[in-house]
């Protein structure tokens, strides 16, 4: 009997204490849908306001400028001068390296020392033509009186043949002077251009900028050997810099040349700098789906450098005195946007129809009239509070 009674008590006090646990867990249970359900939460509030907005199409890209150059000499040589260094300005013409030209200069002067002995052999043919000449006008003249007095027997057979070979001679010695007098002129020919080619290769022995720009990279110092194709200096035109700005191809019909923009550089996040859209990429990259849109920078911060990111932000569209929302406010909800209001104390989720957007506001269409209040819910927030008591701030 005593062992039953013990039996039966420890049941009944096992059964008691299981009752309490599942009273416990479901007070507990209840206690919190009744806080969820009845007690408030602290959201903030917007009231719908009246303003200009424009619509803007985003694209990242990179700082560059439409016109640049690699500079490097036109021939090889050793560098004895390098006269512009990395953020240097410079003007159009200004000497930026020189090459060692000693060799080049002594090759100039023999090459003028070669036109001059080219000249005074020319002169000397001219002479040789001119006696050439006179001998053979004397030997025309000999033979045309041999042939008169042969015919009134007054000269041989013999003077007459004499004086024709005389004539032949005369005439072949004029081919001759010919040929060394035209062959003296192409020496002269030879010689000046053998000239004009040193002084070419010693005035490429001096660099100058092709247009007045900013260098913006050095790659070789004095002492180095330059040859044609490799880079000494890196000169850019900063009378047209630009953002060259990758875009989704979704919005290409929205974007036109002339457009305004907005330049963001990631320096400055905070600053906008005025921009113009210069022109359109025709290709679009077929793995992204983006296509380049150039962007022309108006402003610049007082620190940049090419190459450097940034976002744009093109205008594509304008109204005035609308209906404007934060963008924080939208919620979308199976593809339809909409937003929290406050209704008898509880947020409700009502849909609205928008129109133009950019980064920061929307334009309400449709659903919410100027001084209406929404209610701005953090993103946590937002799959929770729908129904429940809010308390505005």
Do not use: C
């Not at 420890?10 to 204490?17: A, C, E, G, Y």
């Amino acid at each position: 009997m005593t062992i039953l009674f013990a039996a039966q008590t420890f049941l009944q006090s096992h059964v008691v204490r299981t009752i309490l646990k599942v009273t416990i867990f479901v007070s507990l249970i209840a206690a919190a849908v009744y806080w969820f359900q009845y007690s408030p939460v602290h959201v903030s509030k917007f009231e719908v306001v009246s303003g200009d907005i424009a619509a803007e199409v985003m694209g990242t890209g990179t700082l560059e400028a439409r016109t640049k150059a690699i500079l490097s000499p036109k021939i090889s040589g050793r560098l004895i001068e390098v006269s512009a260094d990395l953020g240097d300005e410079v003007d159009a013409g200004r000497v930026i390296m020189r090459l060692d030209d000693i060799e080049l200069k002594q090759q100039v002067e023999m090459a003028k020392v070669s036109i001059a002995a080219a000249k005074a052999a020319l002169n000397r043919f001219e002479a040789d033509k001119t006696q050439t000449t006179a001998i053979l006008t004397l030997a025309e003249n000999d033979h045309a009186r041999i042939v008169t007095l042969s015919k009134s027997n007054a000269a041989t057979v013999s003077d007459l043949e004499k004086s024709a070979e005389q004539l032949d001679v005369a005439r072949a010695g004029i081919s001759r002077s010919e040929a060394a007098l035209a062959e003296a002129q192409q020496q002269v020919l030879v010689a000046e251009s053998t000239l004009a080619y040193h002084e070419a290769r010693l005035a490429d022995t001096i660099v100058a900028a092709p247009f007045r720009g900013l260098i913006v990279q050095r790659f070789r110092d004095p002492g180095a050997i330059a040859v044609p194709g490799s880079p000494v200096l890196s000169l850019i035109s900063t009378d047209e810099l630009w953002i060259t700005a990758w875009v989704d191809e979704t919005e290409m019909s929205r974007i036109a040349v002339g457009q305004p923009a907005r330049v963001v550089f990631r320096s400055e996040p905070e600053a906008g700098f005025r921009g113009e859209v210069a022109r359109l990429g025709r290709e679009a990259d077929r793995e992204t789906r983006e296509f380049t849109v150039d962007v022309k920078v108006l402003e610049l911060p007082k620190n940049w450098a090419v190459g450097q990111r940034a976002e744009v932000y093109i205008q594509t569209a304008s109204k005035a005195k609308t209906s404007l929302l934060p963008v924080t406010a939208v919620v979308w909800r199976d593809g339809v946007s909409g937003v929290f209001i406050a209704r008898d104390q509880q947020a409700e989720w009502t849909s609205v129809k928008l129109g133009l957007t950019n980064r920061q506001q929307v334009e309400v269409i449709e659903g919410l009239t100027v001084g209406d209040t929404v209610l701005l819910v953090d993103d946590a927030a937002r799959r929770t509070i729908d129904g429940r008591r809010v308390t505005l701030r």
